[in-house]
């Protein structure tokens, strides 16, 4: 059920989320050290093309590096195959995208 | 060990319509193997038994079966090493069908041999002369790691990717896949790495270790599987020779 093709995205999206997730902690850490509220993290994201990248390719990585990890945990434990399971993993990468992207556009646009 | 010491030994029997463990009291002996005991069970006790077996020394890969729920070649399988609280439990390999009682039928494990390309593709005629290769050139020394491969499917019933995914080729086929993927006379690299490649190939490997547990001969197929993602991966991204 993991063809080579979904074996290889799943792992470019994971060498893609790895500097990213590093990235983001670095910051969190350094930002809160004197203390910030929710509208200063808000007034350097909003607008910031930069952070709007960052964490926009942060999201479309996740949601398909855990789509086909769901895949799989599905098919294997569940036992649901063929188009059932295509239909499954197009649904949770399309959810997570959704999600994720909303939140992306609420904290950067 | 004294003559009259015996054990308790649960068989799994099918055929007939029926199917369950039956008990038997065997007699315990010294340098006991399992493949023994269940010899004597069809000698001595029930003579319906089957069960398959060949060549008695860890050659040919014939007699594996599930001994108190693990996988093992029951001809080089002492009883002193796996009886717990004087028990056997034997049952047939796991992950295959059984045809009747011990035996099982090995067709899905030999067709995922061939599926997986896992057979040599001479590139050059019988004619042609002897290819000269080192032998610590490091594609040989690859190989020679992972061929002495017996087929006995003991990695086959020990893999839990296998017990989920049926479709997926097994460590036993990937591994000879491996071994001729490093063999510089086959001329067959680019159609086994496609095969390999789809819906049951070697990317669903979770490397979980079980088939190099379990490998009477101590074979590294989850190493062999590894092998064979990276050689795929080389390929598709036209990275030197997969």
């Known amino acids: 059920m993991l063809t080579l093709r979904l074996y290889l995205l799943q792992r470019v999206t994971a060498i893609l989320m790895a500097p990213l997730v590093l990235g983001h902690i670095a910051v969190m850490i350094y930002a809160v050290q004197d203390g910030l509220t929710a509208a200063e993290i808000l007034g350097r994201t909003q607008g910031s093309l930069g952070w709007m990248l960052f964490y926009g390719v942060f999201v479309v990585a996740v949601a398909i590096h855990a789509a086909i990890g769901l895949r799989v945990i599905v098919a294997e434990t569940l036992g649901l195959r063929g188009a059932g399971l295509n239909v499954f993993a197009w649904g949770a990468g399309l959810l997570l995208l959704a999600l994720g992207l909303r939140a992306v556009w609420a904290v950067t646009a | ?16 319509g029926k199917e369950g463990f039956q008990t038997f ?41 599930m001994v108190n729920g693990q996988p093992r070649w029951t001809c080089r399988t002492h009883v002193s090493r796996v009886l717990k609280d004087g028990r056997l439990e034997i049952a047939p390999l796991r992950n295959l069908p ?24 001479p590139s050059e005629s019988r004619e042609a002369p002897m290819a000269p290769i080192k032998p610590d050139d490091p594609r040989r ?7 002495e491969c017996i087929n006995c499917a003991v990695c086959y019933a020990a893999c ?20 001729l993927a490093n063999d510089a006379r086959d001329g067959g690299q680019k159609a086994r790495l496609d095969a390999i490649s789809k819906a049951g190939g070697c990317h669903n490997c979770h490397s979980m270790g ?12 989850t190493a062999s599987i590894a092998g064979l993602k990276r ?6 991204l036209g990275w030197g020779k997969g």
């Open chain 2, 231 to 236: 050689a795929t991966v080389k390929a598709a």
């Open chain 2, 25 to 65: 009291d065997a007699p315990r002996r010294e340098h006991q193997t399992v493949l023994d005991v269940v010899t004597w069970i069809q000698q001595h006790a029930d003579p319906s038994l089957a069960y398959r077996f060949a060549c008695r020394v860890g050659m040919c890969g014939s007699c594996a079966m």
């Open chain 2, 160 to 179: 839990d990717v296998v017990a989920s995914n049926p479709e997926y080729l097994g460590p036993a086929a990937l591994n000879r896949a491996w071994t």
């Open chain 2, 98 to 121: 059984v045809i009747r009682d011990l035996a099982t039928d090995m067709t899905p494990f030999f067709e995922k041999w061939v599926a997986a390309e896992a057979v040599f593709a």
């Open chain 2, 1 to 16: 060990m004294s003559g009259d010491a015996t054990m308790q030994v649960s068989v799994w029997r099918s055929g007939d």
């Open chain 2, 141 to 147: 020394v690859a190989a020679d790691a992972a061929i």
């Open chain 2, 210 to 221: 079980n088939c190099m547990t379990f490998c009477p001969n101590e074979l590294n197929p």
